[in-house]
């Protein structure tokens, strides 16, 4: 599995779109790019994953870059409840066993 | 969420003696994984399972057992539970290949 870098931690305030950087240089051509969520005493949430084009959902946007080696994760108006440790995961293969880092903790500040 | 269902939620237990988590889905998913995690460390894979009698071994499963008999549970054995496994335990479910892994509420357990 490719090696990423995210920010330990990043705050933002309420209702200000939130850009989560991930770099992940070493991701192979078939790696798609996952993105999930932990809340404070919760197990992990799906966010949003992409292969090559920028992917939006009803929770957030995900940009890839055009050589692959970065995402961006795009919460649009950060509430209150997106604060959280959030996980970048290039992954690719059958199995779809995932391998976490230690992800960017999100503060949100009203 | 998503029809995974974690047993016990909380468990205290002794060192030396064998400890059973459940993990049960309702949702006919084919992948099952167990994953460990601790501050500092994060979510670490113990072992994942591919299908009804299928297994394999994640990052840290030394020490750990599992087995599935059936789609719908996937049982993690600790047979004589060390302190260093005191550890929040999520089991995960998938449809398959790049899909979108569902995590339950996790098992907290405690070895004295």
């Known amino acids: 599995d490719a090696k990423t870098t995210q920010p330990n931690s990043m705050e933002s305030n309420e209702e200000e779109p939130v850009h989560l950087p991930c770099n992940h240089s070493?991701?192979?051509?078939?790696?798609?790019i996952h993105w999930y969520r932990q809340l404070p005493s919760q197990g992990p949430e799906y966010v949003i994953h992409?292969?090559?084009s920028n992917v939006n959902n009803r929770m957030a946007s995900l940009a890839i870059a055009e050589d692959r080696k970065s995402s961006t994760l795009i919460l649009h108006r950060a509430t209150l409840r997106d604060a959280a440790v959030y996980y970048c995961?290039?992954?690719?293969?059958?199995?779809?066993?995932?391998?976490f880092g230690t992800g960017t903790l999100l503060a949100v500040q009203p | 969420d998503a029809g995974i269902t974690q047993s016990p939620r909380h468990k205290v237990t002794e060192t030396g003696t064998p400890v059973t988590l459940r993990c049960h889905q309702t949702?006919?998913?084919?992948?099952m994984y167990w994953y460990r995690q601790d501050p500092g460390h994060g979510l670490r894979l113990i072992h994942y399972?591919?299908?009804?009698?299928?297994?394999d071994k994640g990052e840290v499963s030394d020490g750990y057992s599992v087995s599935r008999s059936k789609t719908e549970d996937f049982l993690l054995t600790l047979e004589s539970a060390t302190s260093s496994q005191t550890s929040v335990y999520f089991c995960?479910?998938?449809?398959?290949?790049?899909?979108?892994?569902?995590f339950g509420n996790g098992t907290r357990l405690t070895v004295t």
């Open positions: 995960a479910i998938s449809v398959g290949s790049n899909s979108p892994l569902h």
């Open positions: 070493t991701i192979s051509g078939t790696d798609y």
């Open positions: 992409g292969l090559t």
């Open positions: 995961i290039p992954h690719g293969g059958a199995t779809n066993k995932l391998i």
């Open positions: 949702e006919n998913h084919r992948y």
């Open positions: 399972s591919y299908g009804v009698k299928d297994t």
